[in-house]
């Protein structure tokens, strides 16, 4: 383990061992909220190969704090203790300055919970505070194409002022993850037509990680065929499936008392998965990506769930040929009122001016309710 609070060291990679020289090049992994519930899923299934492959080895980087160093040496000896052949490298620390330099993936999970009777505007700007120093780190000691996934909620608007602060990297580059909503909408779709999970294709989430993310039914398909051929149950899939993928963060919070974690870093895999494997033929994945230059008419300069495509690169491109109907394009706009609205709470954190927090009322993260 190495940490720049207290070092010591790590392995190093045996150039003479034959198992590895067919391996890839280590690549540099810096996880933020590394002891919270998230991390303690997501971080064994970075370190066993299953997100980037059996032939690339990892260092991972993770940031804690004063609050959570203790707990964080405790999660890099569980690490260490796992004997992950490809895990190379684990170090800690409460320092984003260090534990950043040289990522080439930042999987920023921190972020204050919002606690009862906190305004969504305090949220907003606690945790954006957060993710403008998290964006000045990244800015200044990691890799120029760092791909950034921002997770700590309110995802969106956080990755938005985290883009905002890192202006030496690609605004391309970072994501909010609406990976878990797109899997939660294909999980309502398959239980309701009586096929598997993966029958479940083309399936975008539009729009901001909350109740107003629309769960995009006219395109989506199942066994190739579009939903509506199959679900005839129009209600169904406006009412039901719509508010239940909406509100599912909230429910399971209430039976749970906490939200998702297991399935947050099972959805955190599969994002990373989709930006490191072509996309199949035909379909696509969503996640929350910079909206200027997009063809579908969104708001450019915030940061808005679309459907994208990858050639395996790390990188993406947004799909063009989607359908829109009123419902749809209905919901998208209300969600764009929802970010433009955050946007507005944080203009002083993105170095646009003086904030003015004017959030409608009724819309929350997944997990208020
Ligand atoms: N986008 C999505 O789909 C989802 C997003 N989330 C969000 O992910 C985030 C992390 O969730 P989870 O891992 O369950 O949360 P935990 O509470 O288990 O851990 C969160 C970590 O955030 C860090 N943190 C940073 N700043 C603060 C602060 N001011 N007060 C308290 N903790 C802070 C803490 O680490 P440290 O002390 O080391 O900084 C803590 O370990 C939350 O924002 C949650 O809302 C959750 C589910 C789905
Ligand atoms: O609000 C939360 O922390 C939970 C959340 O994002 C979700 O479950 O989608």
Request: include cysteine; hydrophobic fraction near 40%.
């Amino acid at each position: 383990m190495a940490c720049d609070c207290s070092a010591s060291s790590a392995y190093s990679i045996n150039t003479k061992d034959e198992k590895t020289k067919s391996w890839k090049k280590l690549v540099n992994v810096a996880v933020s909220g590394a002891a919270g519930m998230i991390s303690n899923h997501l971080l064994f299934k970075l370190a066993s190969g299953e997100v980037f492959g059996q032939d690339q080895p990892i260092a991972l980087k993770l940031l804690g704090s004063e609050r959570s160093i203790q707990a964080l040496e405790g999660v890099a000896m569980e690490l260490e203790d796992s004997l992950y052949p490809l895990l190379r490298e684990v170090s800690i620390g409460i320092d984003p300055y260090v534990v950043f330099e040289d990522a080439e993936w930042a999987l920023l999970i921190g972020a204050k919970p919002r606690g009862p009777g906190m305004e969504r505007s305090a949220l907003l700007d606690i945790n954006g505070q957060i993710f403008a120093e998290q964006g000045k780190a990244l800015n200044a000691v990691a890799s120029r194409n760092v791909k950034v996934i921002v997770v700590g909620n309110p995802c969106n608007t956080n990755a938005l002022i985290c883009l905002k602060n890192a202006p030496n990297i690609p605004a391309k580059n970072f994501h909010a993850l609406t990976r878990l909503d797109e899997n939660r909408a294909k999980c309502q779709l398959a239980l309701k037509a009586g096929v598997f999970y993966d029958k479940v294709s083309n399936m975008t989430i539009w729009g901001n990680h909350s109740t107003t993310q629309v769960p995009d039914f006219l395109n989506a398909k199942i066994n190739g065929r579009p939903v509506k051929e199959v679900i005839k149950d129009t209600k169904w899939l406006e009412e039901e499936f719509t508010k239940t993928v909406q509100k599912r963060g909230g429910v399971l919070i209430q039976k749970w008392g906490r939200s998702s974690a297991a399935s947050t870093a099972v959805s955190i895999v599969d994002a990373i998965r989709s930006l490191v494997n072509p996309t199949p033929e035909g379909d696509w994945f969503s996640t929350g990506v910079y909206t200027t230059g997009n063809p579908y008419g969104i708001s450019e300069d915030i940061v808005f769930s679309m459907p994208c495509r990858s050639k395996g690169d790390g990188d993406y491109e947004l799909v063009k040929d989607v359908a829109m109907d009123d419902f749809l394009w209905e919901r998208i706009k209300k969600s764009e009122a929802e970010l433009l609205a955050e946007k507005r709470c944080v203009a002083h954190l993105t170095g646009e001016g003086n904030a003015f927090c004017d959030l409608p009322g009724d819309t929350m993260l997944p997990g208020e309710m």
